[in-house]
Protein backbone atom coordinates (compact mmCIF):
# COMPACT_ATOMS: atom_id res chain seq x y z
CA UNK A 1 0.00 0.00 0.00
CA UNK A 2 1.28 3.28 -1.24
CA UNK A 3 0.44 6.74 -2.41
CA UNK A 4 2.86 8.65 -4.80
CA UNK A 5 3.59 12.35 -5.16
CA UNK A 6 5.77 14.43 -7.02
CA UNK A 7 5.79 17.99 -5.26
CA UNK A 8 7.23 20.80 -7.44
CA UNK A 9 9.48 18.59 -8.42
CA UNK A 10 12.72 19.42 -11.19
CA UNK A 11 15.61 17.98 -12.70
CA UNK A 12 17.18 20.82 -15.46
CA UNK A 13 20.44 18.94 -17.47
CA UNK A 14 21.52 22.63 -18.39
CA UNK A 15 19.84 22.98 -21.89
CA UNK A 16 17.01 25.30 -23.37
CA UNK A 17 14.76 24.17 -20.50
CA UNK A 18 14.23 22.23 -17.38
CA UNK A 19 13.91 18.28 -18.76
CA UNK A 20 10.87 18.30 -16.00
CA UNK A 21 9.37 21.53 -14.63
CA UNK A 22 8.25 21.70 -11.18
CA UNK A 23 6.23 19.15 -11.60
CA UNK A 24 2.95 18.21 -9.43
CA UNK A 25 1.55 14.76 -9.47
CA UNK A 26 0.21 12.66 -7.30
CA UNK A 27 -0.34 8.62 -7.74
CA UNK A 28 -3.13 7.46 -5.31
CA UNK A 29 -2.79 3.88 -3.64
CA UNK A 30 -2.84 1.12 -5.97
CA UNK A 31 -3.46 3.41 -8.95
CA UNK A 32 -2.36 2.77 -12.47
CA UNK A 33 -0.62 6.14 -13.83
CA UNK A 34 0.68 6.23 -16.99
CA UNK A 35 2.91 9.08 -17.75
CA UNK A 36 2.95 9.72 -21.54
CA UNK A 37 3.84 12.15 -24.28
CA UNK A 38 6.31 13.05 -27.09
CA UNK A 39 10.01 12.03 -26.92
CA UNK A 40 12.40 13.94 -24.64
CA UNK A 41 9.52 15.13 -22.99
CA UNK A 42 10.50 13.95 -19.44
CA UNK A 43 9.03 11.20 -19.00
CA UNK A 44 12.05 8.99 -17.95
CA UNK A 45 13.64 11.73 -16.11
CA UNK A 46 10.52 11.61 -13.78
CA UNK A 47 9.88 8.23 -13.49
CA UNK A 48 13.86 7.63 -12.36
CA UNK A 49 13.62 10.50 -10.27
CA UNK A 50 10.63 8.49 -8.15
CA UNK A 51 12.96 5.31 -8.06
CA UNK A 52 15.75 7.31 -7.23
CA UNK A 53 18.19 6.55 -10.38
CA UNK A 54 18.17 10.47 -10.97
CA UNK A 55 18.72 13.91 -8.58
CA UNK A 56 16.17 16.14 -8.58
CA UNK A 57 16.89 19.73 -8.29
CA UNK A 58 13.94 21.41 -6.50
CA UNK A 59 10.82 19.79 -5.06
CA UNK A 60 9.90 16.86 -3.33
CA UNK A 61 9.37 13.02 -3.93
CA UNK A 62 7.16 11.53 -1.49
CA UNK A 63 6.04 7.62 -0.93
CA UNK A 64 3.27 7.35 1.04
CA UNK A 65 3.35 11.15 3.21
CA UNK A 66 7.72 10.77 3.60
CA UNK A 67 9.89 12.72 2.02
CA UNK A 68 12.09 10.48 0.04
CA UNK A 69 13.85 12.87 -2.38
CA UNK A 70 17.68 12.14 -0.48
CA UNK A 71 16.59 8.28 -0.20
CA UNK A 72 18.81 5.83 -1.87
CA UNK A 73 17.03 3.54 -4.77
CA UNK A 74 17.27 0.53 -2.98
CA UNK A 75 15.78 2.23 0.34
CA UNK A 76 13.03 3.52 -1.65
CA UNK A 77 11.27 0.01 -1.97
CA UNK A 78 10.37 0.90 -5.13
CA UNK A 79 10.87 -1.80 -8.38
CA UNK A 80 12.09 -0.94 -11.93
CA UNK A 81 10.73 -2.56 -14.94
CA UNK A 82 13.33 -1.54 -18.01
CA UNK A 83 13.14 -1.26 -21.48
CA UNK A 84 15.57 -3.35 -22.40
CA UNK A 85 14.70 -5.90 -19.67
CA UNK A 86 18.32 -5.74 -17.90
CA UNK A 87 18.46 -9.42 -17.49
CA UNK A 88 21.27 -11.14 -15.78
CA UNK A 89 22.79 -13.43 -18.88
CA UNK A 90 24.01 -16.08 -17.17
CA UNK A 91 21.92 -16.61 -14.80
CA UNK A 92 18.83 -18.91 -15.03
CA UNK A 93 15.17 -17.11 -15.24
CA UNK A 94 14.90 -18.26 -11.48
CA UNK A 95 18.20 -16.74 -9.94
CA UNK A 96 17.62 -13.81 -12.25
CA UNK A 97 13.67 -13.45 -10.50
CA UNK A 98 15.46 -14.14 -6.72
CA UNK A 99 18.53 -12.44 -7.08
CA UNK A 100 17.25 -9.17 -5.19
CA UNK A 101 15.84 -11.03 -2.85
CA UNK A 102 18.30 -13.32 -1.90
CA UNK A 103 20.70 -9.98 -2.00
CA UNK A 104 17.85 -8.23 0.85
CA UNK A 105 18.97 -11.38 3.13
CA UNK A 106 15.90 -13.37 2.62
CA UNK A 107 16.19 -17.33 2.86
CA UNK A 108 16.88 -19.61 0.00
CA UNK A 109 13.31 -21.58 0.34
CA UNK A 110 11.31 -18.68 0.94
CA UNK A 111 13.09 -16.66 -2.09
CA UNK A 112 12.32 -19.80 -3.98
CA UNK A 113 9.06 -19.61 -2.97
CA UNK A 114 8.19 -16.33 -4.04
CA UNK A 115 9.77 -17.22 -7.27
CA UNK A 116 7.56 -19.85 -8.12
CA UNK A 117 4.19 -18.16 -7.10
CA UNK A 118 5.52 -15.10 -9.39
CA UNK A 119 6.47 -17.60 -12.19
CA UNK A 120 3.13 -19.18 -12.16
CA UNK A 121 1.04 -15.75 -12.18
CA UNK A 122 3.46 -15.02 -15.12
CA UNK A 123 3.09 -18.96 -17.14
CA UNK A 124 7.24 -19.06 -16.18
CA UNK A 125 7.12 -21.94 -14.25
CA UNK A 126 8.15 -24.52 -17.42
CA UNK A 127 11.03 -21.84 -18.08
CA UNK A 128 12.36 -21.50 -14.55
CA UNK A 129 15.82 -23.35 -15.67
CA UNK A 130 16.53 -21.80 -18.58
CA UNK A 131 18.93 -18.80 -19.15
CA UNK A 132 17.84 -15.43 -20.58
CA UNK A 133 19.28 -16.14 -24.43
CA UNK A 134 17.12 -18.80 -24.38
CA UNK A 135 13.98 -16.92 -23.98
CA UNK A 136 11.49 -15.35 -26.76
CA UNK A 137 11.18 -11.36 -26.39
CA UNK A 138 7.65 -11.73 -24.36
CA UNK A 139 9.27 -14.47 -22.03
CA UNK A 140 11.82 -12.16 -21.23
CA UNK A 141 9.85 -9.45 -20.53
CA UNK A 142 7.73 -11.50 -18.52
CA UNK A 143 10.96 -12.48 -16.44
CA UNK A 144 11.48 -8.79 -15.96
CA UNK A 145 8.26 -7.75 -14.60
CA UNK A 146 8.51 -11.31 -12.47
CA UNK A 147 11.73 -9.92 -10.84
CA UNK A 148 10.25 -6.94 -9.77
CA UNK A 149 6.47 -9.01 -8.67
CA UNK A 150 8.67 -10.83 -6.38
CA UNK A 151 10.21 -8.01 -4.05
CA UNK A 152 6.35 -7.15 -3.57
CA UNK A 153 7.61 -3.88 -3.40
CA UNK A 154 5.75 -0.47 -2.48
CA UNK A 155 5.83 0.99 -6.07
CA UNK A 156 6.55 -0.40 -9.53
CA UNK A 157 8.12 1.98 -11.70
CA UNK A 158 8.06 0.47 -15.45
CA UNK A 159 9.74 2.23 -18.18
CA UNK A 160 8.55 1.51 -21.85
CA UNK A 161 8.44 -2.32 -20.84
CA UNK A 162 6.59 -2.91 -23.94
CA UNK A 163 8.66 -1.53 -26.87
CA UNK A 164 10.68 -3.93 -27.33
CA UNK A 165 7.78 -6.54 -28.24
CA UNK A 166 6.10 -7.07 -31.68
CA UNK A 167 2.80 -5.26 -32.01
CA UNK A 168 0.56 -8.31 -31.77
CA UNK A 169 2.54 -9.45 -28.59
CA UNK A 170 1.99 -5.57 -27.24
CA UNK A 171 -1.34 -5.92 -27.61
CA UNK A 172 -1.62 -8.86 -25.89
CA UNK A 173 0.64 -7.95 -22.71
CA UNK A 174 -0.97 -4.36 -22.12
CA UNK A 175 -3.53 -6.32 -21.00
CA UNK A 176 -1.69 -8.76 -19.00
CA UNK A 177 0.24 -6.53 -17.29
CA UNK A 178 -2.30 -4.18 -16.17
CA UNK A 179 -4.64 -7.48 -15.42
CA UNK A 180 -1.17 -8.19 -13.31
CA UNK A 181 -1.09 -4.45 -11.52
CA UNK A 182 -4.81 -5.05 -10.17
CA UNK A 183 -4.67 -8.48 -8.52
CA UNK A 184 -1.77 -7.08 -6.77
CA UNK A 185 -2.72 -3.59 -6.22
CA UNK A 186 0.84 -2.08 -6.54
CA UNK A 187 1.39 1.68 -7.10
CA UNK A 188 2.21 1.94 -10.48
CA UNK A 189 3.65 4.53 -12.80
CA UNK A 190 3.99 3.41 -16.39
CA UNK A 191 5.99 5.29 -18.83
CA UNK A 192 5.35 5.54 -22.67
CA UNK A 193 4.83 7.23 -25.93
CA UNK A 194 2.53 5.38 -27.05
CA UNK A 195 -1.18 6.69 -26.58
CA UNK A 196 -3.17 4.09 -26.96
CA UNK A 197 -1.18 1.82 -25.03
CA UNK A 198 -1.84 4.80 -22.13
CA UNK A 199 -5.32 4.75 -22.78
CA UNK A 200 -5.73 0.89 -22.66
CA UNK A 201 -3.88 0.77 -19.74
CA UNK A 202 -3.74 3.64 -17.29
CA UNK A 203 -6.65 4.48 -14.83
CA UNK A 204 -5.23 8.33 -15.24
CA UNK A 205 -3.16 9.70 -17.88
CA UNK A 206 -0.76 12.17 -17.03
CA UNK A 207 0.29 13.85 -20.69
CA UNK A 208 3.77 16.06 -20.72
CA UNK A 209 5.10 18.29 -23.02
CA UNK A 210 8.87 19.66 -22.99
CA UNK A 211 8.95 18.87 -19.40
CA UNK A 212 5.79 20.63 -17.79
CA UNK A 213 2.24 18.34 -17.25
CA UNK A 214 -0.49 19.42 -19.73
CA UNK A 215 -3.54 17.49 -18.02
CA UNK A 216 -4.12 14.53 -15.88
CA UNK A 217 -7.54 12.75 -16.22
CA UNK A 218 -8.78 9.30 -17.11
CA UNK A 219 -8.29 8.27 -20.43
CA UNK A 220 -12.02 9.00 -21.55
CA UNK A 221 -12.07 12.23 -20.11
CA UNK A 222 -8.74 12.90 -21.58
CA UNK A 223 -10.15 12.05 -25.32
CA UNK A 224 -13.34 14.15 -24.80
CA UNK A 225 -12.23 17.15 -22.58
CA UNK A 226 -8.35 18.20 -24.00
CA UNK A 227 -7.45 21.14 -22.12
CA UNK A 228 -5.44 22.26 -24.67
CA UNK A 229 -4.55 21.28 -28.51
CA UNK A 230 -1.36 19.83 -27.29
CA UNK A 231 -3.54 16.90 -25.49
CA UNK A 232 -6.11 17.34 -28.55
CA UNK A 233 -3.42 16.35 -30.68
CA UNK A 234 -1.43 13.95 -29.03
CA UNK A 235 -4.63 11.85 -27.57
CA UNK A 236 -6.25 9.75 -30.52
CA UNK A 237 -4.82 7.96 -33.78
CA UNK A 238 -5.26 9.52 -36.48
CA UNK A 239 -4.65 12.62 -34.60
CA UNK A 240 -7.71 15.54 -34.30
CA UNK A 241 -8.04 17.68 -37.40
CA UNK A 242 -7.50 21.28 -36.31
CA UNK A 243 -8.20 24.47 -38.20
CA UNK A 244 -6.27 26.89 -37.38
CA UNK A 245 -7.41 30.77 -37.64
CA UNK A 246 -11.23 30.32 -37.48
CA UNK A 247 -13.22 33.14 -36.92
CA UNK A 248 -15.84 33.10 -34.18
CA UNK A 249 -19.47 34.74 -35.44
CA UNK A 250 -22.44 34.75 -33.10
CA UNK A 251 -20.80 31.39 -31.65
CA UNK A 252 -20.70 29.98 -35.12
CA UNK A 253 -17.73 29.13 -37.45
CA UNK A 254 -17.66 28.20 -41.28
CA UNK A 255 -15.81 25.63 -42.84
CA UNK A 256 -16.39 26.28 -46.35
CA UNK A 257 -20.15 26.01 -46.92
CA UNK A 258 -20.81 24.20 -43.61
CA UNK A 259 -21.63 26.64 -40.75
CA UNK A 260 -20.57 24.86 -37.40
CA UNK A 261 -22.64 26.14 -34.00
CA UNK A 262 -20.47 25.53 -30.70
CA UNK A 263 -21.47 23.39 -28.22
CA UNK A 264 -20.60 25.72 -25.63
CA UNK A 265 -19.99 29.73 -25.26
CA UNK A 266 -17.55 31.40 -26.71
CA UNK A 267 -15.57 34.13 -25.56
CA UNK A 268 -12.83 34.46 -28.23
CA UNK A 269 -13.07 36.16 -32.10
CA UNK A 270 -10.67 33.28 -33.06
CA UNK A 271 -10.43 29.90 -32.32
CA UNK A 272 -8.61 27.03 -33.25
CA UNK A 273 -11.31 24.12 -34.66
CA UNK A 274 -10.98 20.69 -33.77
CA UNK A 275 -13.14 17.80 -34.92
CA UNK A 276 -11.93 14.52 -34.47
CA UNK A 277 -11.54 11.72 -37.20
CA UNK A 278 -14.89 10.30 -36.69
CA UNK A 279 -16.66 13.23 -36.33
CA UNK A 280 -17.35 14.00 -39.71
CA UNK A 281 -20.86 13.00 -41.95
CA UNK A 282 -19.51 12.46 -45.20
CA UNK A 283 -22.32 13.88 -47.76
CA UNK A 284 -22.59 14.83 -51.25
CA UNK A 285 -19.86 16.88 -53.14
CA UNK A 286 -22.90 18.91 -54.28
CA UNK A 287 -24.48 19.59 -51.00
CA UNK A 288 -24.49 23.60 -51.01
CA UNK A 289 -23.67 23.29 -47.29
CA UNK A 290 -20.29 21.26 -47.02
CA UNK A 291 -16.95 21.77 -46.85
CA UNK A 292 -15.76 20.20 -49.97
CA UNK A 293 -12.12 18.21 -49.64
CA UNK A 294 -10.64 16.00 -52.47
CA UNK A 295 -9.06 12.53 -51.48
CA UNK A 296 -5.62 12.65 -51.61
CA UNK A 297 -4.73 9.23 -49.66
CA UNK A 298 -7.28 6.53 -48.69
CA UNK A 299 -5.68 3.92 -46.02
CA UNK A 300 -7.65 0.70 -45.63
CA UNK A 301 -7.08 -0.90 -42.20
CA UNK A 302 -9.88 -3.67 -43.15
CA UNK A 303 -12.68 -3.03 -40.67
CA UNK A 304 -12.39 0.94 -40.63
CA UNK A 305 -10.25 3.27 -43.59
CA UNK A 306 -8.78 6.72 -43.11
CA UNK A 307 -9.55 9.20 -45.97
CA UNK A 308 -7.12 12.13 -46.20
CA UNK A 309 -8.74 14.43 -48.36
CA UNK A 310 -7.44 18.63 -49.14
CA UNK A 311 -9.79 21.15 -48.28
CA UNK A 312 -10.97 22.81 -51.10
CA UNK A 313 -13.18 25.84 -50.81
CA UNK A 314 -12.00 27.47 -47.03
CA UNK A 315 -9.69 29.93 -46.34
CA UNK A 316 -9.00 28.20 -42.89
CA UNK A 317 -5.68 26.22 -42.41
CA UNK A 318 -5.77 22.70 -41.40
CA UNK A 319 -2.76 21.50 -39.79
CA UNK A 320 -0.94 18.49 -41.66
CA UNK A 321 -2.87 20.36 -44.65
CA UNK A 322 -5.49 17.45 -44.97
CA UNK A 323 -8.41 16.39 -43.43
CA UNK A 324 -8.73 12.96 -42.16
CA UNK A 325 -12.15 11.42 -41.96
CA UNK A 326 -12.57 8.31 -40.52
CA UNK A 327 -15.07 5.72 -42.21
CA UNK A 328 -15.87 1.91 -41.86
CA UNK A 329 -15.29 -0.15 -44.54
CA UNK A 330 -18.89 -0.61 -46.24
CA UNK A 331 -18.31 2.59 -48.27
CA UNK A 332 -15.35 2.66 -51.28
CA UNK A 333 -13.33 5.47 -52.47
CA UNK A 334 -11.41 6.77 -55.28
CA UNK A 335 -8.22 9.21 -54.93
CA UNK A 336 -9.56 12.47 -56.57
CA UNK A 337 -12.78 12.19 -55.94
CA UNK A 338 -14.27 15.34 -54.21
CA UNK A 339 -16.62 14.88 -51.36
CA UNK A 340 -18.65 16.59 -48.96
CA UNK A 341 -17.92 17.20 -45.22
CA UNK A 342 -20.41 17.98 -42.56
CA UNK A 343 -18.87 18.48 -38.63
CA UNK A 344 -21.06 16.90 -36.00
CA UNK A 345 -21.47 19.99 -33.51
CA UNK A 346 -21.67 18.62 -30.48
CA UNK A 347 -18.48 17.27 -31.23
CA UNK A 348 -16.44 19.98 -32.02
CA UNK A 349 -13.37 21.60 -29.98
CA UNK A 350 -12.80 25.43 -29.64
CA UNK A 351 -9.48 26.26 -28.68
CA UNK A 352 -8.27 30.18 -28.07
CA UNK A 353 -5.55 30.30 -29.91
P1 LIG B 1 12.00 9.16 -24.69
O1 LIG B 1 10.55 8.81 -24.92
O2 LIG B 1 12.71 9.50 -25.96
O3 LIG B 1 12.72 8.16 -23.84
P2 LIG B 1 11.57 10.94 -22.43
O4 LIG B 1 10.27 11.64 -22.48
O5 LIG B 1 11.67 9.78 -21.54
O6 LIG B 1 12.01 10.56 -23.91
P3 LIG B 1 13.84 11.98 -20.99
O7 LIG B 1 14.70 10.80 -21.26
O8 LIG B 1 13.27 12.14 -19.65
O9 LIG B 1 12.64 12.04 -22.06
O10 LIG B 1 14.65 13.30 -21.38
C1 LIG B 1 14.12 14.60 -21.21
C2 LIG B 1 15.12 15.63 -21.70
O11 LIG B 1 16.28 15.60 -20.89
C3 LIG B 1 15.60 15.38 -23.12
O12 LIG B 1 15.73 16.63 -23.74
C4 LIG B 1 16.94 14.72 -22.93
O13 LIG B 1 17.79 15.01 -24.01
C5 LIG B 1 17.43 15.34 -21.65
N1 LIG B 1 18.32 14.42 -20.88
C6 LIG B 1 17.94 13.24 -20.35
N2 LIG B 1 18.97 12.68 -19.68
C7 LIG B 1 20.02 13.51 -19.81
C8 LIG B 1 21.38 13.51 -19.33
N3 LIG B 1 21.84 12.51 -18.59
N4 LIG B 1 22.16 14.56 -19.67
C9 LIG B 1 21.69 15.58 -20.41
N5 LIG B 1 20.43 15.66 -20.87
C10 LIG B 1 19.60 14.65 -20.58
Known sequence: ????????????????????????????????????GPSGCGKSTSLRMLAGLEPTQG????????????VAPKARDVAMVFQNYALYPNMTVADNMGFALRNAG?????????VAEAAEMLELTELLDRKPGALSGGQRQRVAMGRAIVR????????????????????????????????????TLYVTHDQVEAMTMGDRVAVLKQGVLQQVASPRELYLDPVNTFVAGFMGSPSMNLFDEVTVVDRSATLGGHRITAPNAVDVARVVLGVRPESWEIVSAEHPEALYARIELVEE???????HAVPQNTTATVRGDRVIVRVDHRRSFAVDETIGLQARPEETYWFAP
Not at 14 to 33: H, Q
Not at 176 to 182: F, H, P, S, T
Open 152 to 187: RPKVFCMDEPLSNLDAKLRVSTRGQIAGLQKRLGTT
Open 59 to 70: GRVLIDGQDVTG
Open 1 to 36: MATVSFDAVTRDFGGSRPAVDKLDLEIADGEFLVLV
Open 106 to 114: MSKSDSRKS
Open 301 to 307: LGAEQFV
